[in-house]
């Protein structure tokens, strides 16, 4: 029973499409979050909601949309994919002050 | 701001032989210290976390590391390494002043030789 699950796992894609990779957590978190993880590996937060609520929002392109319809859900929304959006994208969730964060397998994003 | 530096890009270590990966963080008050490891093609596992309290905090997979304040580190060891710890290490800070928003590290990634 996979805690932090992501679909898909790999999206090879044509620029200028748009996708979206969808995220669930059955650990009755109340924070979400998407990572994204470039080609050296570094790990830089986008953003995350707590309880629905956007509550960080770093310096990200309009086209990225991130959408929680519940605490347990965090989709990622691109619009018009770039060469430069090719990554691999986490999702993580964590109880707010409670420890560290649960992450997802990723979904490996490759725009072609 | 808070930040991470991990000095050591890459390591190579002998089986049964001891790791140690250092860690050096940024930021005014007492941080939140966690170790992630990343195997190929996986997502990130916690090893271990530091909030307060004892500042030897023992983690999964028998690493261990070491909070030291006057130094603004937080190194990672393991007493024997076996070869399934090749793999890709992250120290990672957060904050209760920063939404608890983790900033990793560049990573370290850690070879085993037979």
Same mark, same amino acid.
């Given at each position: 029973?996979?805690?932090?699950?992501?679909?898909?796992?790999?999206?090879?894609?044509?620029? /200028?499409?748009?996708?979206?990779?969808?995220?669930?957590?059955?650990?009755?978190?109340?924070?979400?979050?998407?990572?994204?993880?470039?080609?050296?590996?570094?790990?830089?937060?986008? &953003?995350?909601?707590?309880?629905?609520?956007?509550?960080?929002?770093?310096?990200?392109?309009?086209? &990225?949309?991130?959408?929680?319809?519940?605490?347990?859900?965090?989709?990622?929304?691109?619009?018009?994919?770039?060469? /430069?959006?090719?990554?691999?994208? &986490?999702?993580?969730?964590?109880?707010?002050? /409670?420890?560290?964060?649960?992450?997802?397998?990723?979904?490996?994003?490759?725009?072609? | *701001?808070?930040?991470?530096?991990?000095?050591?890009?890459?390591?190579?270590?002998? =089986? +049964? #032989?001891?790791? =140690?990966?250092?860690?050096?963080?940024?930021?005014? #008050?007492?941080?939140?210290?966690?170790?992630?490891?990343?195997?190929? +093609?996986?997502?990130?596992? @916690?090893? @271990?976390?530091?909030?307060?309290?004892?500042? @030897?905090?023992?983690?999964?997979?028998?690493?261990? #590391?070491?909070?030291?304040?006057?130094?603004?580190?937080?190194?990672?060891?393991?007493?024997?390494?076996?070869?399934?710890? *090749?793999? =890709?290490?992250?120290? *990672?800070? +957060?904050?209760?002043?920063?939404?608890?928003?983790?900033?990793? +590290? *560049?990573?370290?990634?850690?070879?085993?030789? #037979?």
């Amino acid at each position: 029973d996979t805690a932090v699950s992501q679909t898909p796992k790999y999206l090879v894609t044509q620029m /200028g499409n748009d996708k979206s990779i969808k995220c669930e957590q059955n650990l009755g978190h109340d924070t979400m979050y998407w990572y994204k993880q470039d080609s050296k590996k570094f790990l830089k937060i986008m &953003f995350s909601y707590n309880n629905k609520e956007l509550i960080i929002n770093e310096t990200v392109p309009n086209r &990225f949309s991130p959408k929680s319809p519940d605490k347990a859900h965090l989709n990622l929304h691109i619009n018009s994919l770039e060469l /430069g959006d090719s990554a691999v994208y &986490f999702c993580a969730s964590s109880q707010r002050g /409670g420890g560290g964060y649960t992450f997802g397998s990723g979904t490996r994003l490759t725009v072609v | *701001a808070q930040s991470v530096t991990q000095p050591d890009i890459h390591i190579t270590v002998s =089986e +049964g #032989a001891s790791l =140690e990966l250092r860690c050096n963080y940024s930021y005014g #008050a007492t941080p939140y210290l966690f170790w992630y490891v990343q195997s190929p +093609g996986q997502g990130l596992q @916690l090893l @271990l976390k530091y909030f307060s309290g004892d500042t @030897l905090v023992q983690g999964i997979k028998g690493f261990e #590391a070491e909070f030291k304040r006057s130094q603004s580190s937080f190194n990672l060891r393991k007493p024997s390494v076996h070869w399934s710890d *090749a793999a =890709e290490y992250f120290c *990672a800070v +957060g904050s209760v002043s920063n939404d608890y928003k983790l900033s990793f +590290g *560049a990573g370290t990634t850690v070879t085993v030789r #037979a």
